[in-house]
């Protein structure tokens, strides 16, 4: 287990639960890692409600309401696809906070305009919906999930101090 990670998570359960929040994921490259730290606290499941690892395009329309339109035009790992994909968990969910992740994980499947490490993270935090790029070093597979769940798992932390109990 990753210490680093271990210690974010259990600072976002441990303020959601001061704060009386609710948080849920919707994962594609980091193939639930975001969940699998939050679920590691003990406690968690009085603020984490769940998660929707969409690996699959359809998952991400089917599952996420991503629409044929977004995932044609722009694609799977784009800025509208990651709003798109937080928006409909934080309404599937009903919660407070919601985070989206969609990315290159490598070693393949990167280009030129969207190469390895390339990652759209969605934020929806008090009905508001913000939207990062990221373009994480290409330090392989399980290094570019790792950077990504870092910095999901910061943004979510930084996230909170804007809502107020």
Known sequence: MDEELYKLAKTIIRSAKAK???IATAESCTGGWIAKYLTDIPGSSSVYKGSIVAYA???KENLL?????????????SEQTAAEMVKNCAQAFSVDI???VTGIAGPGG????KPVGLVYMGLYIGGEIKTEEFQFEDN????????AVHSGLQQ??????QIHP
């Open 98 to 100: 919601a985070i989206s």
């Open 57 to 59: 395009n359809e998952v």
């Open 110 to 113: 990167g280009t030129a305009e």
């Open 156 to 161: 979510i932390i930084s996230s909170m101090g």
């Open 20 to 22: 009386g929040l609710t």
């Open 140 to 147: 392989g597979r399980d290094g570019v999930r790792r950077s």
């Open 65 to 77: 309401g991503v629409s044929k339109e977004t995932m044609i035009e722009h694609g799977a790992v």
